[in-house]
């Protein structure tokens, strides 16, 4: 294990009985790293989040954190600096945000209230609102728990579904969030049953089939007709790795990044966003 590596997971298992949940899985995570998890309901994305974060223990294998083994017993072994979004995000509901994150601030002390304000300034959030948690909207609640995950610029972030309840707007100050965290050394594993948007984003992403993880094939740009101008901002949502090409009859034209590229990934990316769209084949299919 490296000084640049965050997370080294060797030959890990996990059962729940006689229920086998993961086995012989291997992952390693390096400094700015951004790991995409995917796979079908139930396979086991959301342990492997869990066991990370040191709130589930390996049944076999090794894991190791920022170089500290993540193991077993009277007081758990739970990893430091590290950031997590695991399911729906839960606050003090008679409290506003601010005063929800203030409160989680003071158990470490390692940023200020304006660092809080401007945590919550990045997801779109008005730290001086006075509107209680419990008049939230799903998307913003989601938007808080960004927010708390990243405020005390974690080494290492584990997102579940981060953009679940996320506007368009949202996931764009999402994303801007992360890369800027990125560029300085953070790394993120993120779980999502949005397979595209995942690719899209992250830099590796690994598909957990028959309880290990199998790496997905590279993926490939193709080349889209936007039949509206207006539906760019939302591909770029989505996939934000697209790409802009020249407009064609007045119409424009993106690269969007796919895993194989087949016209039913392809029209059911589209489906999900509600865009009207056209292929076209160019070489570099």
């Known amino acids: 294990m490296t000084e640049s590596t965050l997370v080294d997971m060797k030959k890990a298992g996990k059962k729940l009985g006689n229920n086998i949940i993961l086995e012989n899985v291997s992952l390693e995570i390096k400094k700015g790293e951004t790991i995409g998890i995917v796979g079908t309901n139930g396979s086991g994305k959301t342990t492997l989040l869990r066991l ?10 090794e894991l190791k954190v920022m170089d500290k083994q993540v193991k077993p017993g009277m007081m758990g072994s739970l990893p430091e600096n590290i950031g997590v979004l695991i399911e729906t995000p839960s606050f003090i509901n008679h409290e506003t ?5 203030n409160n989680l601030a003071q158990i470490r002390k390692k940023i200020s209230k304006q660092d809080v304000k ?7 959030l008005d730290p001086m609102s006075k509107k209680k948690v419990k008049q939230y909207s799903l998307g ?5 728990g960004i927010a708390q995950s990243l405020m005390e610029t974690p080494s290492l972030v584990l997102f579940d579904e981060p953009t679940n309840g996320l506007d368009q707007e949202g996931r764009e100050l999402f994303y801007k969030y992360v890369q800027g965290l990125k560029k300085q050394g953070t790394g993120y594993v993120f779980v999502s049953h949005h397979e595209h948007e995942i690719e899209a984003f992250c830099d590796r992403v ?3 089939e028959n309880h290990t993880l199998v790496p997905l094939e590279k993926e490939k740009k193709i080349s889209i007709q936007l039949m509206d101008s207006a539906d760019v901002g939302k591909v770029l949502s989505v996939a934000p790795n697209s790409t802009m090409e020249k407009q064609e009859d007045g119409k424009p034209v993106m690269l969007v990044p796919f895993t194989k590229g087949t016209d039913e990934e392809i029209d059911n990316f589209f489906k999900e966003i509600a865009v009207e769209y056209k292929r076209l084949k160019r070489d570099h299919e």
């Open 52 to 61: 990370i974060a040191g709130l589930s223990y390996l049944s076999e294998g």
């Open 97 to 101: 945000g601010l005063e929800n994150l």
């Open 140 to 144: 913003m609640k989601q938007r808080l």
């Open 118 to 124: 401007e945590a919550i300034q990045k997801v779109g």
């Open 206 to 208: 690994l598909r957990i």
